[in-house]
């Protein structure tokens, strides 16, 4: 970790799980300038080791304030993070076995593919839900409402995987042993609530004679506004919607993971464990360094001391299943992930769709995905190497479990 500190340029230092400044991008580190520079930063800025430029704030930065909340600095996939569940089944039964629709992971990414809509697909019909039915969405903050997340919308997005780098992955540990990892938000409502109050902070922030410049893409809603109050329960409903949608999605590919080693390996005695259902894209009311902040993390991962988390690599590469060190000079996170170091139509360009699947059928890894034509966005190669991240950020987690790509679905 290196500091970026010059009294007479920011407000505040930015601390970087980095090696060297050369590791970041020009437009990641001037957004990280920009977050150092605002009036109400509390403390310093953290840059985890795979950030890169965002929408206003870096992926892989964290930010906290006393004063205000930043809905681009939590960003438009409010709630995206990960799932993971750890099995004592041997994964080279989905190489070995053999069923109709050819080896057991082929058929079983065939029929996660059935069961789970990927890209812009929803369900047909809505999904049963105990927690939409109870939630008050009626009595959140309503300005404005046809604008924001209806609560039909909800029950047919529910379950559902949706794009760019968001996957369903059958994993192999450093044992042998399966694991199934899921990466997924809030859908479209976590969209429709970030741009909503986003473009609520920008008109706010414009008519007040804010001292953020606009380009900053940084608008904010002082904490003790109404505005801020309708975006925080309004993210938070984000929030649990993208928590229940990973629990759906895995309880999903459970059954069908189960069902399938049952009828084609007869494997019966099938136990879970390592269960993770945790948040990257959020922002959070913390203690750190003996005041109340409201902590946004975006691409970044909560680290407390103890605490289970997910560090995946891009599709193809390992993933780390980490415990948390509770560093406070990070305020407690870790990285997201593995960071791009181009972006998607650069890889597009870069790598041919052929180089990518024959790379994937040399590993022997299986791709479940309807458009190949854009298969590259998310290829290994276009993001960090995951070794070099986990290098990095070893004061900030413990890994705990490594695994491997058998088989991806991708939207």
Not at 349 to 367: H, M, P
């Amino acid at each position: 970790m290196f500091i970026l500190f010059n009294p007479g340029a920011q407000r505040v230092p930015i601390k970087v799980w980095l090696r060297s400044v050369d590791g970041i991008d020009e437009t990641c580190l001037q957004q990280a300038l920009n977050l150092a520079n605002l009036p109400f930063a509390f403390r310093h800025i953290a840059l985890m080791p795979d950030t890169h430029s965002g929408y206003g704030m870096p992926i892989g930065g964290v930010f906290a304030s006393s004063e205000v909340i930043i809905p681009n600095a939590v960003g438009v996939d409010i709630g995206c993070g990960m799932g993971f569940v750890h099995t004592n089944v041997q994964a080279k039964l989905l190489r070995d076995v053999v069923t109709p629709q050819g080896t057991l992971a082929q058929s079983l990414v065939g029929q996660i593919m059935r069961d789970i809509p990927q890209g812009f697909d929803h369900h047909k019909v809505p999904q049963k839900s105990e927690f939409l039915d109870r939630y008050p969405v009626q009595s959140l903050y309503h300005y404005g409402r046809d604008k924001l997340p209806q609560i039909d919308e909800a029950y047919l997005q529910l379950g559902t995987l949706g794009g760019g780098n968001h996957f369903i992955e059958l994993q192999e540990d450093e044992e042998g042993y399966l694991g199934i990892m899921v990466h997924t938000g809030s859908r479209n409502v976590g969209f429709k609530v970030a741009n909503y109050f986003n473009r609520l902070a920008k008109d706010l922030n414009y008519q007040h004679k804010s001292e953020v410049p606009a380009h900053f893409d940084l608008a904010y809603l002082p904490l003790e506004t109404k505005e801020a109050r309708g975006y925080i329960e309004w993210m938070n409903f984000a929030l649990e919607f993208a928590r229940h949608n990973r629990a759906q999605i895995m309880r999903r590919v459970q059954d069908i993971v189960v069902r399938g080693l049952k009828k084609h390996a007869g494997i019966k005695d099938i136990q879970l464990s390592k269960e993770v259902n945790a948040h990257h894209n959020y922002a959070a009311q913390e203690r750190h360094f003996g005041q109340d902040v409201w902590v946004h993390r975006k691409g970044a991962i909560r680290a407390r001391q103890g605490e289970l988390a997910i560090i995946p690599g891009a599709m193809g590469s390992s993933s780390y299943i980490v415990e948390g060190l509770g560093n406070p000079e990070s305020f407690f996170s870790a990285s997201h992930g593995a960071g791009r170091v181009m972006g998607r139509k650069e890889a597009v360009r870069t790598y041919g769709v052929d180089e990518v699947l024959a790379d994937f059928k040399a590993k022997n890894v299986i791709l479940g995905k309807k458009r190949k034509g854009d298969t590259a966005e998310e290829y290994y190669k276009a993001y960090k190497d995951i070794e070099e991240v986990m290098a990095d950020q070893m004061d900030l987690v413990k890994p705990v479990l490594k695994v491997k790509t058998v088989a991806v679905v991708k939207g």
